[in-house]
């Protein structure tokens, strides 16, 4: 019993095995053209149906079918109709590895084909031949061999099986537990084909009667659903949509497909007249089910789509702070807000500045440390994602400008004409040194990690730099400081600017530092000075007491 049970697992693994070497070769050979194919034939519903039952049965596998969709669909790269529309089809597809188990696996005499089929593929894979098209039909040869040879082996010891079972218990189950057992074995080994074949193997020994093999193929196909389902977790909603309209057609066509069981064992027995190849007749069972399923549901496609675009809905979130919450035709609460969200990214700009900078914004917006107590406090470098923020920065600059497109259609005095363009300077200078900035971080970075002290030393006096004119900014906006104080300060920071030029120029030939790390050194102490003074040229529009905290 056990060594049965063994080989029938081993017969399985080889089917298995021989199923996915197929399928990667397939996979690769059809490589960018294959799914370019299946992303630009999917312009109607039609199309996209005959697609997705193509693709599955030339991969010979529904589960990549289907996984392709779910990718093509969170891409954008086909629409969520179409996606659906794939996976109908791909249900239809996945029916032709049945018939071909059916067919070669229990008509003809396995050891005639599989073994030189196995025998050619492998002498073709060693004798070094490096045409592709030789080695996939190779690996496809080894492949189908692999898979009937599995096959072969493992309804062999099914067949001994039966001899030990009393068939009589089988009996007494009601039909729907042949479909929970369908379903549970194909989510095991998520592999309809390899279930299905299970199920031949067990109704050609007799093991099944057809009707309880009928309700174990219903069950194979609701399994395949866990792959999708599977694969579209952490997607986006359209992916999720998909995966879950491949649940729904599955899940209704096995309600039709069950509640039709007497009726079609009637159809395929008596009138087609395959009472006595019963093996023929599960084949064209999963077939017909599976063809009603879609004849049923395809009209229904559109409005499958339209109600689960409800489901899973994603809000985005808002990169403004004030604007998205107004309406830009109201000027009056308009500009208060457009100012508040100017200052938002001000305020921004500084702390991507400091962290840029590596630059804890704690030490800076929070604590009231020197500058030269700040930089010795940040030694280390600070890992964040600059190009997400960077971007951020401009999402926000785009959402003013929107706004302000709209507000500018509105009747506006000239006073507020000029402080509209006030503020837009602002957002302009913001963003410029907030790119300024992000194109010197792998410098920055560079410079952090260096061995050489005079290096550090100069690295430490740009960052110095930075954080006090952006002390400056704060001080200013918390009305600590004039503006004609503020003036008088940044002077102050431009003539300490000069001195790092001259002593940096200075270190090329007399301290022994690499000339290009020197020249690096100096464009990105220029590029900082730089930001600095849009950074001040922005903080001209900014309103005092703006909170500085998120």
């Known amino acids: 019993m056990i060594s049965l049970l063994i080989q029938a697992l081993s017969g399985l693994g080889m089917f298995l095995f021989g199923m996915l070497y197929m399928e990667l070769a397939l996979k690769k050979s059809a490589g960018v053209r294959f799914k370019s194919w299946v992303k630009n034939s999917t312009s ?36 969520l109709h179409s996606g659906i529309a794939v996976i109908f089809g791909s249900n239809v597809g996945t029916t032709v590895t049945a018939w071909i188990v059916a067919t070669l696996g229990f008509k003809v005499q396995i050891e005639a084909f599989a073994l030189p089929m196995i025998g050619v593929g492998g002498l073709l894979l060693i004798s070094n031949i490096s045409h592709k098209k030789v080695t996939t039909v ?12 599995g096959l ?22 009601p039909l729907i537990a042949f479909v929970g057992v369908g379903f549970v074995l194909t989510a095991v080994i998520q592999s309809s084909s390899a279930a ?33 389902l599977l694969g579209a977790i952490g997607g986006i909603p359209d992916k999720k949509r998909v995966a879950v309209a491949h649940f729904i057609f599955n899940l209704i066509t096995a309600v039709v497909g069950f509640l039709l069981i007497p009726i079609l064992t009637h159809f395929l027995m008596r009138v087609v007249g395959l009472h006595n190849d019963p093996i023929i007749a599960l084949a064209l069972f999963h077939t017909l089910f599976n063809i009603l399923g879609v004849v049923l549901l395809l009209p229904f496609i559109p409005l499958m789509a339209k109600y689960l675009k409800k489901l899973f809905i994603q809000t985005e979130p808002v990169p403004t702070r004030y604007i998205h919450m107004v309406d830009p035709k109201l000027h009056e609460t308009a500009f208060v807000a457009l100012r508040d969200e100017v200052n938002n990214l001000f305020v921004k700009t500084m702390k ?23 930089v010795e406090l940040n030694r280390e470098e600070i890992e964040f994602n600059y190009k997400k923020a960077y971007a951020s920065i401009k999402e926000i600059e785009i959402k003013i400008f929107e706004f302000v497109a709209i507000l500018n259609q ?11 363009e006030m503020l837009l300077s602002s957002v302009r200078e913001s963003v410029y040194a907030a790119k300024i900035l992000k194109d010197v971080k792998n410098n920055i970075n560079e ?3 260096s061995d050489n002290e005079e290096l550090l030393l100069l690295y430490d006096s740009i960052r110095k730099n930075l954080v006090y004119a952006i002390l400056i900014y704060i001080n200013y906006m918390e009305e600590e400081w004039s503006f004609e104080k503020c003036v008088e300060k940044f002077t102050k920071a431009e003539e300490e600017n000069k001195q790092i030029m001259k002593e940096a120029t200075f270190s090329i030939s007399k301290k022994g530092i690499n000339e290009k790390k020197v020249v690096s050194l100096l464009n990105t102490n220029r590029s900082v000075f730089i930001a600095s003074q849009a950074l001040f040229k922005a903080s001209k529009s900014v309103s005092l007491h703006f909170p500085l905290e998120d």
């Open 44 to 79: 109607t519903t039609i199309k996209s149906l005959s697609t997705g039952a193509v693709a599955t049965a030339l991969l010979q596998s529904s589960s990549v079918v289907i996984l392709m969709t779910l990718s093509f669909v969170s891409a954008s790269m086909i629409t």
């Open 138 to 149: 190779a690996k496809v040869l080894v492949g189908f061999g692999l898979l009937f040879l």
């Open 152 to 173: 072969e082996i493992m309804k062999t010891a099914i067949e001994s099986l039966a001899g030990t079972i009393d068939l009589s218990k089988f009996s007494n189950f």
């Open 196 to 228: 299905t074949a299970i199920v031949l193997s067990a109704l050609y020994v007799h093991i099944l009667s057809f009707e309880q093999a009928a309700a174990m193929v219903i069950g194979t196909n609701i399994g395949t659903t866990v792959t999708a």
């Open 352 to 374: 991507f500045a400091l962290l840029l900078a590596n630059i804890r914004i704690s030490d800076v917006f929070g604590e009231k440390y020197d500058v030269k107590k700040i």
């Open 410 to 420: 509105q009747e506006l005095t000239p006073e507020e004409r000029q402080n509209l």
């Open 447 to 449: 410079f952090s990690e």
